[in-house]
Nanobody
Framework: QVQVVEFGGGLVQAGDSLRLSCVAS????????MGWFRQAPGKEREFVAA????????YYADSVKDRFTISRDNAKNTVYLQMNSLKPEDTAVYYC??????????????WGQGTQVTVSS
């Protein structure tokens, strides 16, 4: 059974916006913090953003703060990542995952297959 699926990647120009969506199973999503990570070519996967179950607290990597916004719709088991003012250095495969503990995925957590975001200069 697929636990997490991402949607919404694509090719955009610098300065553009893009919204990623992630649908997760009840087991992964309910009552859990969820998050987004990314991996650029030749680099390690890094934390991007996380949101608590109630959506009352959000956390961001310094590199995306004030440009990206994470949100969730618990009725739809969906987490979103709104990305504004995109830069070429945001180019990466973006992964949704949960449950999140701190800024990491729990050992028993699930990852999506990833969605490619490419930002041209």
């Amino acid at each position: 059974q697929v636990q997490v699926v991402e949607f919404g990647g694509g090719l955009v120009q610098a300065g553009d916006s893009l919204r990623l969506s992630c649908v997760a199973s009840d087991r992964t999503f309910n009552r859990n913090a969820m998050g987004w990570f990314r991996q650029a070519p030749g680099k390690e996967r890094e934390f991007v953003a996380a949101i608590t179950w109630a959506g009352s607290s959000t956390y961001y990597a310094d590199s995306v703060k004030d440009r990206f916004t994470i949100s969730r719709d618990n009725a739809k088991n969906t987490v979103y990542l709104q990305m504004n003012s995109l830069k070429p250095e945001d180019t990466a495969v973006y992964y949704c995952a949960g449950p999140i503990i701190g800024r990491s995925v729990a050992d028993f957590g699930s990852w999506g297959q990833g969605t490619q975001v490419t930002v041209s200069s």
